[in-house]
Antibody, heavy 120, light 109 residues
C-alpha cells in the first residue's frame, strides 16, 4: 500500500524557516517524481514544487522561488521542503504527492498534509 | 501560465441526479495533461480522472471525463451520498507549470 506521511509543520514567525518531511512507503520511491502541493484552509489547491527521481531537476511556482528548496533522500525514502523567509501568505496545509509523468500527468497519491502557520 | 476556470462554483443536487462540472482553460491544454480530483472535508484530494478521460484505479464508472482543447467536463452519472464533495481540475503545462482550478462544490439539495 502506497503511503505518504508528512511531518514538520507548525507555527513559525514571519521571516522564519521550517523544514517539512515526507516519508514514503509501499512503492519504489526512487522511480518517481515527487511534489509538494499546498492549500490555504478553506481555499483551493496550489502546486508548490516538483523534483525528479534523482534530484537533478527541480521546479517551483514563482511565489516561492528563491525561498523554498525541494530535495529528496532516496536511501531514506524521504522528500523534503526547506522553507525560509516565510510570509503570512505561506500559511497552508502542505501535501506531499506522487507525480506520474506518463500518459496523464497527475498526482496519483497524496499524504494527509501538515499545517504550516506563519504568524507573529 | 494556463489559468483554469471551473463552473459552477456550487452545484446543488439530490442523490441519484446527474452532475456535470465544467473546467475551462485560458489556452489549449493537451488532453493527456488534464486531471480531476475529489476532496472531502479534512481529507487529501483523491485522483479521479487523468488524461482527461481515464479513470484512476478504483474509481467507480459513474465518474467520467471528456473534453479537449480548452473545454473539459467531469460527469457523475448518478450521485451517491459519498460523492458530495469539492472537485478540482488540474493541468500540467510546459516549464513545467502545474495549475488547479478553483473547484466546484457539489452539495446536497
Amino acid at each position: 500500500e502506497v503511503q505518504l506521511v508528512e511531518s514538520g509543520g507548525g507555527l513559525v514567525q514571519p521571516g522564519g524557516s521550517l523544514r517539512l518531511s515526507c516519508a514514503a512507503s509501499g512503492f519504489t520511491f526512487s522511480s518517481y517524481w515527487m511534489s509538494w502541493v499546498r492549500q490555504v484552509p478553506g481555499k483551493g489547491l496550489e502546486w508548490v514544487a516538483n523534483i525528479n527521481q534523482v534530484g537533478s531537476e527541480k521546479y517551483y511556482v514563482d511565489s516561492v522561488k528563491g525561498r523554498f528548496t525541494i530535495s529528496r533522500d532516496n536511501a531514506k525514502n524521504s522528500l523534503y521542503l526547506q522553507m525560509s523567509s516565510l510570509r503570512a501568505e505561506d500559511t497552508a496545509v502542505y501535501y506531499c504527492a506522487r507525480l506520474v509523468l506518463g500518459f496523464g500527468r497527475s498526482f496519483d497519491y497524496w499524504g494527509q498534509g501538515t499545517l504550516v502557520t506563519v504568524s507573529s | 501560465e494556463i489559468v483554469l476556470t471551473q463552473s459552477p462554483g456550487t452545484l446543488s443536487l439530490s442523490p441519484g441526479e446527474r452532475a456535470t462540472l465544467s473546467c475551462r482553460a485560458s489556452q489549449s491544454v493537451s488532453s493527456s495533461y488534464l486531471a480531476w480530483y475529489q476532496q472531502k472535508p479534512g481529507q487529501a484530494p483523491r485522483l479521479l480522472i487523468y488524461g482527461a478521460s481515464s479513470r484512476a484505479t478504483g474509481i467507480p464508472d459513474r465518474f467520467s471525463g471528456s473534453g479537449s482543447g480548452t473545454d473539459f467536463t467531469l460527469t457523475i452519472s448518478r450521485l451517491e451520498p459519498e460523492d458530495f464533495a469539492v472537485y478540482y481540475c488540474q493541468q500540467y503545462g510546459s516549464s513545467p507549470s502545474i495549475t488547479f482550478g478553483p473547484g466546484t462544490k457539489v452539495d446536497i439539495k
